[in-house]
């Protein structure tokens, strides 16, 4: 378990509506959002984003964005996890998936791949409350050790997950890992990289394979 001591984010008093938080999900491959075919698991474009939607822990498909959430979320297409927490308390995760084009195997990653990770946080920082990086399970620990030190004076957190079993498998790690990170971006204040896989919070540099 991670050594970091994190903060939770503030409560809503008694009488307040459910409060939010808006997660980015850098989806850039992986085992975690593969599609079976004749060939075997495959990395497919636009298959990830879809089945999302069919699993009712991962999205709320009667939840209504406001106006003001689907621009803070443009240009993506926003998913809400359901409200968790007591009645005086709600709390809701709204998050959105950005596909990397071309969608990458974790041998194939590299630090140009590194670099366009840590550029597309930078970009989106003042948009989005925390990040979630999607990644193969065989290099993972290798960029969240580069993140760590790429991203200096970061004060939100950052979840690296991953999968052995694609999302869409009947006995699959992925839906569990990725709940348990959407969970811990947008209900914590944990401003540094993180690794979490299985059911364990890391700090992103002191993992490795």
């Given amino acids: 378990m991670t050594e970091y001591i994190w903060t939770r984010q503030r409560s809503a008093p008694h009488n307040a509506v459910e409060r939010k938080s808006v997660v980015l999900v850098l989806y850039t491959g992986g085992t975690i959002g593969m599609q079976w075919s004749e060939d075997g698991y495959i990395l497919v474009p636009n298959y990830f984003?879809?089945?999302?939607?069919?699993?009712?822990?991962?999205?709320?498909p009667d939840y209504k964005f406001t106006s003001d959430e689907l621009k803070q979320m443009e240009p993506y297409r926003p998913l809400a996890m359901p409200a968790a927490?007591?009645?005086?308390?709600?709390?809701?995760v709204l998050y959105c998936v950005?596909?990397?084009?071309?969608?990458?195997?974790?041998s194939s990653m590299s630090m140009k791949d590194w670099v366009r990770i840590a550029l597309d946080i930078e970009k989106h920082y003042a948009s989005f409350d925390?990040?979630?990086?999607?990644?193969?399970?065989?290099?993972?620990?290798?960029?969240?050790?580069?993140?760590?030190?790429?991203?200096?004076?970061?004060?939100?957190?950052?979840?690296?997950?991953?999968?052995?079993?694609?999302?869409?498998?009947?006995?699959?790690?992925?839906?569990?890992?990725l709940l348990g990170a959407l969970l811990i971006a947008g209900n914590y204040t944990i401003p540094e990289v993180t690794l979490y896989f299985p059911h364990q919070l890391y700090r992103g540099n002191r993992t490795t394979r």
């Avoid at 927490?85 to 809701?92: A, E, P, Y």
């Fill in 98 to 106: 950005s596909e990397y084009n071309p969608l990458l195997d974790s």
């Fill in 130 to 177: 925390a990040f979630v990086i999607l990644h193969g399970t065989d290099t993972m620990s290798y960029t969240a050790s580069a993140l760590s030190f790429m991203l200096e004076n970061l004060g939100k957190t950052v979840v690296l997950t991953g999968a052995q079993v694609p999302l869409s498998e009947l006995q699959s790690d992925g839906r569990d890992n």
């Fill in 49 to 60: 984003d879809s089945k999302l939607r069919t699993y009712p822990m991962l999205h709320d």
């Fill in 85 to 92: 927490g007591s009645n005086s308390q709600k709390r809701r």
